[in-house]
Nanobody, 115 residues
Framework: QVDLVESGGGLVQPGGSLRLSCATS????????MAWFRQAPGKEREWVAS???????NYADSVKGRFTISRDNIKNTMSLQMNSLKPEDTAVYHC?????????WGKGTLVTVSS
């Protein structure tokens, strides 16, 4: 069993920034990829960004140019820097770790973008 624990969520005004972190209980390099997903109220969970084991990153069109995913292989953490936040970014953000036989999920951290 692997624990993924998100942190960094909160209330921010439109145009503001937040940095989310995901701490893993084992080496981050043991995963094929890690990603952030989000789920807004009344909507299905959607993919936001991912980082592969080789370091390549990918982003959903809705966040491209505003969000940056990164990882720290020493601290075994993954981060999501979110800039120019919009009200439609409001959601619970979940950390995901993919390995050969499935996925691990964190419980999520709430991000609310509102004035």
């Amino acid at each position: 069993q692997v624990d993924l624990v998100e942190s960094g969520g909160g209330l921010v005004q439109p145009g503001g920034s937040l940095r989310l972190s995901c701490a893993t209980s084992r080496s981050i390099l043991s995963f094929n990829a890690m990603a952030w997903f989000r789920q807004a109220p009344g909507k299905e969970r959607e993919w936001v960004a991912s980082i592969l084991s080789a370091g390549r990153t990918n982003y959903a069109d809705s966040v491209k140019g505003r969000f940056t995913i990164s990882r720290d292989n020493i601290k075994n953490t993954m981060s999501l820097q979110m800039n120019s936040l919009k009200p439609e970014d409001t959601a619970v953000y979940h950390c995901n770790a993919k390995y050969d036989f499935g996925n691990y999920w964190g419980k999520g951290t709430l991000v609310t973008v509102s004035s």
